[in-house]
């Protein structure tokens, strides 16, 4: 039940394309959902988080899409750029606790120039 | 800007020796953490650590594994006897008060040979 469910694998886009990664989870006990954007050979890097009292927020070029009823969620890269292409994972955890993170499987993007 | 640092950035030991991989958080936050990633996979936690003690821990987190603040700044992961799937990115991770975002370090990578 601690499990997060991420689609696609992998993704390739065209420079300008709005690549979209999603993530579904079943314990509705999580209340806080990050996404994470990884370099290779770097620690994943906070790109941009929701709760769950929000559909939808906004930071750049980065959106995240938040379904409380379906229990899942997106992030949305408009207009990317082959300086987006990195794996991203999405996570999810509880406000009671230690709050630690319960990842997805991550989706390796490449933006084509 | 503060960071979390992490030392060695690689570790390559036998099977069965001890290593200890070391993390030094940022300096006001207050929860720490240890995941892993295996290569090509998703990165799990192992353990949370507050007020000088652990909060949680996973089911990987066994009794080969022991972590430490010896002193105000580092905080350490101590694996006893290592084994071949070990080998692994180990990431430290800290966070501030309340519910904020958890900084990763770059991460050491350890080869078990």
């Known amino acids: 039940q601690q499990q997060v469910k991420q689609s696609p694998q992998s993704l390739i886009v065209q420079k300008g394309g709005i690549p979209i990664i999603n993530c579904a989870y079943e314990?509705?006990?999580?209340?806080?959902f990050p996404w994470y954007q990884q370099f290779p050979g770097k620690g994943p890097a906070l790109l941009i988080a929701?709760?769950?009292?929000?559909s939808e927020k906004k930071e750049g070029r980065f959106t995240i899409s938040f379904n409380k009823s379906a229990k899942q969620f997106s992030l949305h890269i408009m207009d990317s750029q082959p300086g987006d292409s990195a794996t991203y994972f999405c996570?999810?955890?509880?406000?009671?606790?230690?709050?630690?993170?319960?990842f997805g499987t991550g989706t390796r993007l490449t933006v084509i120039p | 800007e503060p960071e979390v640092t992490q030392t060695p950035s690689h570790q390559v030991t036998q099977m069965g020796q001890e290593v200890i991989l070391r993390c030094v958080p940022i300096?006001?936050?207050?929860?720490f953490y240890w995941y892993r990633q295996i290569l090509g996979q998703k990165v799990e936690f192992l353990v949370s650590?507050?007020?000088?003690?652990?909060?949680?821990k996973s089911e990987i987190f066994d009794d080969q594994f022991s972590v430490e603040r010896p002193d105000g700044s580092n905080f350490t992961l101590k694996i006893r006897s290592t084994k071949l799937e070990d080998s692994a990115m180990y990431f430290c991770?800290?966070?501030?008060?309340?519910?904020?975002?958890?900084?990763f370090g770059p991460g050491t990578r350890l080869t078990v040979l």
């Open positions: 991770a800290s966070r501030g008060p309340g519910l904020g975002e958890q900084f």
């Open positions: 314990n509705t006990a999580f209340d806080y």
């Open positions: 929701i709760r769950p009292d929000v």
């Open positions: 996570a999810a955890s509880m406000r009671t606790g230690a709050n630690n993170l319960f």
């Open positions: 300096s006001n936050h207050l929860y």
């Open positions: 650590f507050y007020n000088n003690e652990i909060s949680e």
